[in-house]
């Protein structure tokens, strides 16, 4: 998951941001309501958190600047305002969510992942593709309930495979979601992650594949389509 954090204070912007990186979520972070909405308008992210003290302007009106020029991206309100019409203006502008700062890492944690889990459709953190399931919060990857170990870049390709499932995604997208543009490799090391995912997923399904390639585009996860009866008897009138 990718993350874009806008929050003025230097100090607790990098301590959320290290946190989040230790759960395995990119964050990317601006310190001025114009910055974050011209990197919200360039960049595909999962979610937004968004301070409402900024000094440029206040997140009300970064938020309306957001959803007037078609960022349709979530965001969550961090602040240190509970006061409940504040909550409530947040809420009807179309923010998804209000946190009230101090918090514990582990809530705005398991929010983040709430809410990507919500809008990609969904409800259950566990997403289920034919044998194969994984587990969002736990982070575990299962085939018929047999665990599946892979290395943190399989699993990360496995995991946003599974929240876009049935939706091919471009080489690109994997290098951001790994990398998230930082030291990034060449586009060809998706290639070997993939290869790598296949045959570890084909070995341990016994050869079905759950892991589609549309050459020339990219790499979609989908549930096999229903096996045809075979040697079926002919209808007769």
């Known amino acids: ?8 204070n230097a100090l607790l912007a990098t301590s959320i941001q290290k946190m989040l990186n230790s759960a395995h979520i990119i964050c990317d972070t601006a310190n ?15 979610v937004i958190l968004l301070d409402l003290t900024l000094p440029d ?22 602040s240190g305002c509970a006061e409940l019409d504040g909550k409530i203006k947040a809420l009807k502008m179309g923010a998804d969510d209000y946190l009230t700062k101090p918090f514990q ?23 289920r593709t034919g044998r194969l399931s994984v587990d969002l919060t736990a982070r575990v990857a299962k085939v018929d309930d047999r665990p599946l170990p892979l290395p943190p ?3 990360a390709i496995l995991e946003l495979l599974s929240l876009h499932k049935g939706r091919t995604l471009d080489k690109t997208t994997f290098l951001d979601h790994l990398y998230g543009g930082v ?17 570890r997923l084909k070995a341990a399904t016994g050869g079905e594949h759950y892991l589609q390639t549309d050459w020339g585009h990219g790499h979609m996860l989908c ?7 075979a040697h079926e008897a002919p209808v007769t009138a």
């Open 223 to 229: 549930d096999l389509p229903p096996k045809t009866a």
């Open 32 to 46: 001025t309501g114009e910055e974050g909405t011209e990197i919200a308008r360039i960049y595909d992210y999962d």
């Open 57 to 78: 302007s206040h997140g009300f009106d970064v938020l309306r600047r957001l959803r007037r020029g078609g960022v349709k991206t979530p965001v969550v309100i961090v």
């Open 153 to 155: 870049k399989e699993y």
């Open 1 to 8: 998951m990718r993350t874009l954090l806008i929050e003025d």
């Open 105 to 127: 890492m582990r809530e705005l944690i398991a929010r983040i992942r709430a809410i990507v889990r919500r809008v990609r459709g969904h409800s259950d953190p566990v997403i």
């Open 183 to 199: 030291d990034e490799p060449d586009l060809k090391i998706i290639d070997v992650f993939i290869c790598k995912l296949r045959k």
